[in-house]
């Protein structure tokens, strides 16, 4: 978390210092839009101990292209990686597990002023996502450690409708969140091996459909270049 907090600090503290310093004129029209998760570093700072990071809205980095005309193309990519591993020798069932998620969104959008300060948008996202988990248990003493591998391998393809709100600072620099109504086709895929008896692997493959709904409960830091 500390890690987090540092990283999102310096580029908090870049894009700053680049929009102070970059050169603003009447007539220039800003086509690019970066946006920053820096929920943890408000949820961190101002202790709202309410807001989730990964659950309703698992984006890092979201890009926009202003088209003109209030259209926009959208992009966001998200990343998460969990390890934990058991140093004890002592204890019969020793687990492992290693977790990795990815996240892609592209999609259409349309904004409209609502205030002096205000910017609502609504448009449309195609959602990808990706899921690997693996657990593994040692189980010791015995002649040689007897391993279990679980594998499980999630693949998840969606679409839908997403409505936001923008508040602007200044020129370029603003804060945003969003919320999104979402259906999912997901497939699923469970391996479970035994090194001792690689011949007894099972795998079982499920299919199903969701539809999952994402609070506006993520904030983004956006920079306009």
């Known amino acids: 978390m500390l890690q987090l907090k540092v990283c999102i600090t310096a580029l908090l503290l870049f894009a700053t210092i680049a929009s102070v310093t ?3 004129t009447a007539k220039q ?6 946006g920053i998760n820096s ?3 408000v949820k961190e700072f101002l202790s709202f101990n309410t807001i989730t990071t990964v659950a309703d809205n698992p984006y890092l980095i979201t890009y926009k292209y202003m088209m003109g005309g209030n259209t926009a193309l959208r992009a966001g990519l998200g990343l998460r990686i969990l390890s934990q591993k058991q140093s004890s020798t002592t204890i019969l069932n020793v687990p492992d597990s290693s977790l990795i998620n990815y996240y892609l969104r ?3 959008e349309k904004q409209f002023t609502l205030a002096k300060r205000w910017i609502g948008y609504a448009g449309c996202d195609i959602r990808w996502e990706y899921e690997k988990s693996v657990s593994k248990t040692t189980v010791v003493p015995s002649p040689t450690n007897q391993v279990s591998t679980i594998t499980t391998k999630n693949l998840a393809l969606g679409a839908g409708p997403v409505l936001g709100v923008e508040f602007i600072m200044t020129r ?3 804060l945003s969140a969003e919320g999104a109504l979402l259906y999912f086709y997901n497939e699923d895929k469970m391996t479970v091996e035994d090194s001792r008896y690689p011949s007894l692997t099972t795998s079982d493959f499920s299919a ?3 539809v999952a709904f994402s609070f506006p409960t993520t904030i983004y830091f956006i920079i306009k270049i």
């Open 106 to 108: 592209i999609g259409y």
């Open 29 to 34: 029209l800003l086509k690019h839009q970066l």
């Open 39 to 41: 929920t943890a570093f």
């Open 172 to 174: 370029r620099l603003s």
């Open 22 to 24: 970059a050169q603003d």
């Open 208 to 210: 199903r459909n969701n």
